[in-house]
């Protein structure tokens, strides 16, 4: 292969991309649905009664014992797409970083590559991100140690 053709460093700039959007949509997507139903289970409890000399008053609304399951059954299913979801992307940023570092080989592409790893390595740390930042943190002052010790 020539220097000039990047057909596999775009292949993992696109896979990395795709990594990203995984990342990112499905989980807000799912992770806001789960919340607006377990907001609807937490309202959906029993109904409070307060009795006091002989008068009883209720408060809330009487649902179905089958209405908290369904939610919960429902909260079930969006935790495994969800799961489903975030191995796909984990899935997705090891082709990527394995296509990178192949064309790397074969094409010496280097600012394309280099890309698409950053890329995937920001989808990976999307889920965690506080390790993330703290990990990059890490990795440029190490960067920087060794650049300055370089010279």
């Not at 089958?66 to 969006?78: A, F, M, N, T, Y």
């Amino acid at each position: 292969m020539n220097g000039k053709s990047i057909k596999l460093s775009l292949i993992s700039l696109i896979i990395a991309c795709a990594a990203l959007i995984l990342a990112t949509i499905p989980t807000y997507i799912i992770e806001s649905k789960i919340t607006k139903l377990e907001n609807e289970r937490i309202e959906s409890k029993e109904p409070v009664t307060l009795e006091v000399k002989g008068i009883t008053l209720s408060f809330g609304k009487k649902t179905e014992k089958r209405k908290v399951v369904d939610i919960s059954l429902k909260i079930e299913k969006l935790n495994n797409y969800l799961l489903v979801s975030k191995v796909a992307m984990i899935v997705s940023v090891v082709f990527a970083i394995f296509f990178a570092l192949f064309a790397l080989t074969k094409e010496k592409n280097k600012p394309l590559n280099i890309g698409s790893i950053i890329t995937a390595c920001v989808a990976i740390s999307w889920q965690y991100v506080a390790a993330g930042i703290s990990t990059g943190v890490a990795i440029f002052i190490l960067i920087m140690l060794l650049l300055s010790f370089g010279t």
